[in-house]
């Protein structure tokens, strides 16, 4: 199964994001990744949701968001002309022993130390999900206490835009 990314254009209104991801629940289908945020204008949030599927699957769930009440635009992102990002959060224990692996790790990954405390360091890292997901596994073995991660966040490179107002 491949993994998409779609980007959607919605009212900001309430209700909707719960119509979004009721309509992935009511059909079974999973979502690896949700972000909901403002657009440049007002009135309108972009919705970037990940999953897994087939070109079927795909298809049916792009017909299915275009049919729903205050959705204005639906796109699929290309990963080859999209920059995709995640943010992480992760706390990893402070011990004298292991802090110069951490703030190596810290540099190689182009990472920042957001709070240090006598017993915690808290890591900020921003990047597409393989970084991410090899940052946590360089840190595993140090101790990680807690972890955040948002979901991506995606826009088209150059002149692509998924347009509020049509």
Same mark, same amino acid.
């Not at 998409?4 to 209700?15: D, E, K, M, P, T």
């Not at 943010?87 to 692996?101: F, G, P, S």
């Given at each position: 199964?491949?993994?998409?990314?779609?980007?959607?254009?919605?009212?900001?209104?309430?209700?909707?994001?719960?119509?979004?991801?009721?309509?992935?629940?009511?059909?079974?289908?999973?979502?690896?990744?949700?972000?909901?945020?403002?657009?440049?204008?007002?009135?309108?949030?972009?919705?970037?949701?990940?999953?897994?599927?087939? %070109?079927?699957? !795909?298809?049916?769930?792009?017909? $299915? #968001?275009? &049919?729903?009440?205050?959705?204005? *635009?639906?796109?699929?992102?290309?990963?080859?002309?999209?920059?995709?990002?995640?943010?992480?959060?992760?706390?990893?224990?402070?011990?004298?022993?292991?802090?110069?692996?951490?703030?190596?790790?810290?540099?190689?990954?182009?990472?920042?130390?957001?709070?240090?405390?006598?017993?915690?360091?808290?890591?900020?890292?921003?990047? %597409?999900?393989? !970084?991410?997901?090899?940052?946590? $596994? #360089?840190? &595993?073995?140090?101790?990680?206490? *807690?972890?955040?991660?948002?979901?991506?966040?995606?826009?088209?490179?150059?002149?692509?835009?998924?347009?509020?107002?049509?």
């Amino acid at each position: 199964m491949d993994q998409y990314v779609i980007g959607v254009i919605v009212a900001n209104v309430s209700g909707v994001l719960s119509r979004v991801s009721g309509m992935f629940t009511r059909r079974g289908f999973n979502i690896d990744s949700l972000t909901v945020g403002e657009t440049e204008s007002s009135g309108f949030s972009r919705i970037t949701i990940a999953f897994h599927g087939d %070109e079927d699957i !795909k298809e049916r769930i792009l017909q $299915q #968001l275009q &049919k729903l009440h205050d959705v204005r *635009e639906v796109e699929v992102l290309d990963s080859k002309d999209t920059v995709i990002r995640e943010l992480l959060l992760i706390k990893v224990r402070n011990k004298t022993e292991i802090r110069q692996d951490i703030m190596t790790a810290v540099e190689i990954f182009r990472s920042k130390i957001v709070d240090y405390s006598p017993t915690a360091l808290v890591c900020e890292l921003t990047g %597409e999900t393989s !970084k991410i997901d090899a940052f946590i $596994q #360089l840190l &595993k073995p140090y101790g990680i206490m *807690e972890m955040c991660r948002t979901g991506i966040v995606a826009i088209e490179r150059g002149e692509n835009c998924l347009k509020t107002v049509k």
